[in-house]
């Protein structure tokens, strides 16, 4: 029998009752113009109770496509709970956002500084707040991200080594890749990790993008976990899953032997052998054109879709094939 829900939840100062849905305009700061610059905080409670998830994106300001992933989730009323409670921020870095940064107007990587502090940097001051007055009543959470500095990541999930409990969500989120990842010091994994939130990560395309296949496994993926936790309304169809997850433990970066055009063959999410050719990058007066093999075989989990690199800078993220399998 499902227990009816009386308790409110309270954030920021404001009531949500079980059955309501509720908007909370956050604003922690103004622009330098004394322009108000609110985060909008999308709460919809059932009546039943159950656990309270949130679906995050935009921590930085560049990485859209995790802002569409919420979007979506909100315009098809997946975040409308059958029990419990959802709460979805789209925008967490709003400053970002506006100027299409990855940063903070302070200069700061937000994931770098939770938990933040009450009287320190505009980043941090903006990570205190998320942290006491959201992430205490969360149980579960997604926050979305994409590659940066132009670098295309193949959807995938991380999460740190040792958990069973994240391991399980990673295997029914099942994107076509869960890395293992160790969290980092400052990052908004790591403090929700150690507030007791199981917290799954997800990577998938690039910054400035919006990839309508990469937003699909992100959406369906929240489908499926919302669905385990029997969160999700029985009108949203979940399609069959063709294939489980690959987890990862190693993986390393195969860097430009010099710098140069980089004509990409398109190989992002693929097993690829040893020796295969991933690029070749020539120089712009048609004098040589040398190409980026893979050292190893393993899958092609991210690729710098930049036309321009320099001597050294990251390619592609290679997996090392002896450490994958398929997810139970």
């Known amino acids: 029998m499902m227990k009816i829900n009386t308790t409110p939840i309270v954030l920021f100062g404001e009531s949500i009752m079980p059955g309501e849905n509720k908007t909370i305009n956050v604003e922690i700061a103004r622009l330098h113009t004394t322009t108000k610059l609110n985060i909008p905080v999308i709460v919809r409670r059932s009546k039943i109770d159950g656990p309270v998830m949130l679906f995050s994106a935009g921590i930085h300001g560049d990485e859209i496509n995790g802002v569409e992933i919420v979007r979506q989730l909100i315009r098809t009323k997946i975040n409308k709970p059958k029990r419990g409670t959802i709460i979805c921020i789209p925008i967490v870095n709003v400053f970002g956002f506006v100027n299409k940064s990855r940063e903070f107007p302070d200069g700061r990587d937000l994931n770098r500084v939770f938990p933040g502090s009450k009287t320190g940097s505009l980043a941090s001051r903006f990570a205190f707040h998320i942290i006491t007055e959201i992430m205490t009543v969360v149980n579960y959470a997604v926050d979305f991200h994409a590659g940066g ?111 140069g055009l980089l004509h990409d063959c398109n190989m992002i999410g693929t097993f690829v052998k040893k020796g295969t050719v991933l690029a070749i990058i020539t120089d712009p007066y048609g004098k040589f054109e040398r190409k980026v093999k893979a050292p190893n075989d393993g899958y092609i989990i991210n690729a710098n879709h930049s036309p321009i690199v320099y001597q050294g800078d990251a390619i592609y993220h290679l997996s090392n094939a002896l450490d994958t399998e398929e997810g139970e």
């Open 149 to 259: 500095a132009s670098r295309f990541n193949a959807p995938q999930i991380r999460i740190a080594p040792d958990n069973p409990d994240l391991k399980l969500l990673a295997d029914v989120f099942n994107a076509p890749f869960t890395l293992y990842s160790k969290n980092i010091s400052g990052s908004f994994r790591n403090t929700s990790e150690k507030l007791g939130v199981k917290m799954l990560l997800f990577e998938g395309g690039k910054s400035l993008d919006i990839n309508t296949a990469i937003a699909e496994e992100g959406i369906e993926g929240a489908k499926r976990l919302l669905a385990h936790l029997d969160m999700l309304d029985q009108k949203h169809y979940i399609p069959q899953q063709q294939s489980n997850t690959i987890y990862i433990e190693k993986s390393g970066w195969i860097r430009a032997k010099c710098s």
